[in-house]
T-cell receptor, first 113, second 112 residues
């Protein structure tokens, strides 16, 4: 089955700096890669996703890049703000899978004022 | 408001006492799943369901049961809870497997 590895497990950045979180996946059939943000005491929420037919997707300060050959994808947050502090999860799945998602182990991002 | 509702939010129980965590969604989603979240391990899938009466094991199904008698409800049953099932549990639903998954608020379970 699919295995997703996520790094780093913790990340601290100064407000205004950029943050990058990286994930690798094992199943070459995977073609959908979402990122979820989990704030304290809440369930994860989708912030951005990418499908394997594109290499990059941006939404304001957030971007995701995908390298299918290397089987890795990354989340980029620019101009970080204190409200970006949260746990971020990457995930992967493939067409026809009934299992929804396989998640990475999570990254605790702390934005220091 | 579109949402996934889990109950209870917090539960402390004793080893061996059967319990059920309920999950209900109001978005008419076909797909539903249960995950457990443990420090350093991320979200691991327990069971999933593609539709009514269709369920299957995820990565960590031992000690859990589920049922999907109605499209909106997907309860998680622990027949004989043990301390290693102490965890934070999330229910999620989605329209299909490759669409946004909506999560409940979580249930923090402690088994003593």
């Amino acid at each position: 089955g699919e295995n997703v590895e996520q790094h780093p497990s913790t990340l601290s950045v100064q407000e205004g700096d950029s943050a990058v979180i990286k994930c690798t996946y094992s199943d070459s059939a995977s073609n959908y890669f979402p990122w979820y943000k989990q704030e304290l005491g809440k369930g994860p929420q989708l912030i951005i996703d990418i499908r394997s037919n594109v290499g990059e997707k941006k939404d304001q300060r957030i971007a995701v890049t995908l390298n299918k050959t290397a089987k890795h994808f990354s989340l980029h947050i620019t101009e970080t703000q204190p409200e970006d502090s949260a746990v971020y999860f990457c995930a992967a799945t493939f067409s026809g899978s009934a299992r929804q998602l396989t998640f990475g182990s999570g990254t605790q991002l702390t934005v220091l004022p | 408001e579109a949402q996934v509702t889990q109950n209870p939010r917090y539960l402390i129980t004793v080893t061996g006492k059967k319990l059920t965590v309920t999950c209900s969604q109001n978005m008419n989603h076909e797909y539903m799943s249960w995950y457990r979240q443990d420090p350093g391990l991320g979200l691991r899938q327990i069971y999933y369901s593609m539709n009514v009466e269709v369920t299957d094991k995820g990565d960590v199904p031992e000690g859990y049961k589920v049922s999907r008698k109605e499209k909106r409800n997907f309860p998680l049953i622990l027949e004989s809870p043990s301390p290693n099932q102490t965890s934070l549990y999330f229910c999620a639903s989605s329209f299909r497997g490759q669409t946004e998954a909506f999560f409940g608020q979580g249930t923090r379970l402690t088994v003593v």
